[in-house]
T-cell receptor, first 115, second 113 residues
Framework: NAGVMQNPRHLVRRRGQEARLRCSPM?????VYWYRQLPEEGLKFMVY????????ESGMPKERFSAEFPKEGPSILRIQQVVRGDSAAYFC?????????????FGEGSRLTVL | DQQVKQNSPSLSVQEGRISILNCDYT??????FLWYKKYPAEGPTFLIS?????DKNEDGRFTVFLNKSAKHLSLHIVPSQPGDSAVYFC????????????FGTGTRLTIIP
């Protein structure tokens, strides 16, 4: 009964490198959401994906950030040319389908540190 | 624009007493509201939710109250236990449009033994 799995749990990158964060949703879930939590702040929505489709990317920075959820395999959040301001906890969440209760199931997060 | 606001960054409550966490929202299109609990270095976990057609929902020690006219909701925990010490996030969503949740900034609850 695996929950939402994220890896890596911790990632250290130097400025200018690329960061790739992976998320496997709960079994049977086809909707994936990425949220970012900056230090001492709340969770900010980044992107909502279904298999092979980006549904809402209104929270994604316009440059350097991209996300995908392929037909096979995990969802990936990719940050190119990282900067110190990208240091944050990135949480992935999933749900099965349209639920009017809105409950999302979260992973334990990936903590990115940019040196 | 912060559509969901938690104005108290922290709250300390004596064990056994009632904890009341507050949340305000500005978007009248929100149809449902949720509370999540988060421990350090873990992901948020769902606690309790309420639909906009209700004004109260109860689950054990946890009760959520919704005042639509005031655009305000609160989470009551009674009696408070040491294991309740965590950060609590209020979240809101809408049945119209996409399905993302909008989160508040969180309230750190500390239960004093």
């Amino acid at each position: 009964n695996a929950g939402v799995m994220q890896n890596p749990r911790h990632l250290v990158r130097r400025r200018g490198q690329e960061a790739r964060l992976r998320c496997s949703p709960m079994k049977g879930h086809s909707h994936v959401y990425w949220y970012r939590q900056l230090p001492e702040e709340g969770l900010k929505f980044m992107v909502y994906l279904q298999k092979e489709n980006i549904i809402d990317e209104s929270g994604m920075p316009k440059e350097r950030f991209s996300a995908e959820f392929p037909k096979e395999g995990p969802s990936i959040l990719r940050i190119q040319q990282v900067v110190r301001g990208d240091s944050a906890a990135y949480f992935c969440a999933s749900n099965r389908d349209y639920l009017n209760t809105g409950e999302l199931f979260f992973g334990e997060g990936s903590r990115l540190t940019v040196l | 624009d912060q559509q969901v606001k938690q104005n108290s960054p922290s709250l300390s409550v004596q064990e056994g007493r009632i904890s009341i966490l507050n949340c305000d929202y500005t978007n009248s299109m929100f149809d449902y509201f949720l509370w999540y609990k988060k421990y350090p270095a873990e992901g948020p976990t769902f606690l309790i939710s309420i639909s906009s057609i209700k004004d109260k929902n109860e689950d054990g020690r946890f009760t959520v109250f919704l005042n639509k006219s005031a655009k305000h909701l609160s989470l009551h925990i009674v009696p408070s236990q040491p294991g309740d010490s965590a950060v609590y996030f209020c979240a809101a969503g809408s049945n119209f449009g996409n399905e993302k949740l909008t989160f508040g900034t969180g309230t750190r609850l500390t239960i004093i033994p």
